[in-house]
Structures are given as structure tokens and as C-alpha cells.
């Protein structure tokens, strides 16, 4: 009961939140170091998703590598990184692309993959040309399985960008490693908690995100229902 006394006493305490060891500069810290690997597993998971879904080829690889790089062991491959690049940001980058890549991957594939064929081949017909049907037509009907993807990317890169704090960069790994140097469990639970609570409320945020471009996600209830009860005046 303590360790959770001492933890709450740290969050509470305002002096601790500020400074360039605060908890606002953790968080910023770990904000950064997340949004550039999901930014970078965007860069290579979307394009090889869009190409592949589209084309219908190649599934079986994707499948196979996406599931190569889920069995990576994070830490291992960053003590491995770091042994050939030393230390810096690009180690822990590189391994947290090893989480970020495989959702937003298989979100793409399966958003583009399962669009409508006949809404597909209609676009074809009009005369759209291949990237036409790409961007205009799978894309935006694809949005809400990849946005999927890219919630699922993001709180795996979260979770897992504490180990920055391994190769002595900041963040909220901070907390956990220095608490377990320190035998100072209290900071592990205040680290712990931190990342919980800032990957919920970024899965909250893309969770409305994805609400809001899915079909029909504005219209209000019933109101289909209403506009077929309306009686007729014609005749």
C-alpha cells in the first residue's frame, strides 16, 4: 500500500511536474520519440499496404512479414543496434519500428483488400485510372480499418518507447529504469502509470478520429427511419 501512497504522493506533488527533469518534459520527451517511430512506420508500412491491397499480390508475404517482426525481441535487437551504431536516438527508433510497422501494415493491406469489388470495378468502368481508384475510391473507404491500424501502431510504440531510457535518453522510461537502478518502485509505478494513462488518451483521440471518418458516423439515428415513416403527398 505504501508503493502506491509514495507513487501518489510524486504525481501529486506540482514541483515535480515542472523543469527539464519534470514529468511535463517526460511526457513531451516520450510524445517525440513516439510520434517519430509511427511517423516512420507510416513511411514504410503504408505504401508496400496501398501497392499490395490493391494489387492482390503478395499477401502471403506481407502475412510472413508482419509476423517476422512481431517475433523480434525489442531489447534484444536494441542492445544489438546499439552495439553496431552506439548510442543516440536511431537505435531506439529502429527497434520500435519492429512494433509500429506490423499493425499499420496489416490495417492498410486489409483496408484496401476488402473494399467492395463491385464499387472497384464500377470506378474502372468510369474510366479511372489505377491510381484513381487507389486514392479516391479504396482509400476513403479503407480509412476507418486503417486507422484501426494506425491505434493499434500507436500503443505499441507508446508502451514500448520506455526503452529510450535504456540508452540514456529521456522520456518516461526514465522513471522506470532509474526507479529499478534505485530499488525506488514507487517511480517504476509512476512510470507505469504515465505511459498508461498518455496511451489511453491517444487511443481515445484516434478512437474519435476513426468515428468521425466512418461512413455515416454524423448522420443521426433514425433518421433514415423517420424519412421512410414520412407519409406521402404526392397524388
Known amino acids: 500500500m505504501n508503493l502506491f501512497i509514495d507513487a501518489w504522493h510524486y504525481l501529486s506533488t506540482g514541483a515535480n511536474w515542472s523543469g527539464p527533469t519534470g514529468i511535463g518534459e517526460r511526457i513531451l520527451q516520450h510524445l517525440w520519440y513516439s510520434v517519430l517511430a509511427v511517423g516512420l512506420s507510416a513511411a514504410v508500412a503504408l505504401p508496400i499496404g496501398l501497392l499490395v491491397g490493391h494489387t492482390r499480390r503478395g499477401s502471403a508475404a506481407i502475412v510472413g512479414f508482419a509476423n517476422a517482426m512481431r517475433a523480434l525481441p525489442t531489447l534484444g535487437l536494441l542492445t544489438f543496434v546499439v552495439l553496431l551504431l552506439g548510442l543516440g536516438l536511431l537505435p531506439p527508433l529502429l527497434a520500435l519500428l519492429t512494433v509500429g510497422i506490423p499493425p499499420l501494415l496489416a490495417g492498410t493491406y486489409a483496408g484496401i483488400a476488402n473494399v467492395d469489388p463491385a ?3 464500377a470506378s474502372r468502368a468510369m474510366g479511372m485510372t489505377e491510381r484513381q481508384v487507389l486514392l479516391q475510391v479504396e482509400l476513403p473507404n479503407a480509412l476507418p480499418v486503417l486507422l484501426t491500424g494506425l491505434r493499434g501502431a500507436t500503443l505499441q510504440v507508446v508502451a514500448t518507447a520506455t526503452i529510450a531510457a535504456y540508452v540514456n535518453l529521456g522520456g518516461l522510461g526514465r522513471y522506470i529504469f532509474d526507479g529499478i537502478g ?3 518502485y514507487d517511480r517504476v ?5 504515465l505511459v498508461a494513462a498518455l496511451a489511453l488518451a491517444l487511443d481515445g483521440l ?3 478520429l476513426a468515428w468521425a471518418v ?3 458516423a454524423r448522420r443521426p439515428r433514425g433518421l433514415g427511419r ?3 415513416s414520412e407519409p406521402s403527398t404526392a397524388g
Do not use: S, W
Open 189 to 193: 509505478l509512476v512510470g507505469a502509470i
Open 206 to 208: 484516434l478512437a474519435l
Open 119 to 121: 464499387v472497384v470495378d
Open 182 to 184: 534505485l530499488y525506488r
Open 226 to 228: 423517420a424519412r421512410r
Open 214 to 216: 466512418a461512413p455515416g
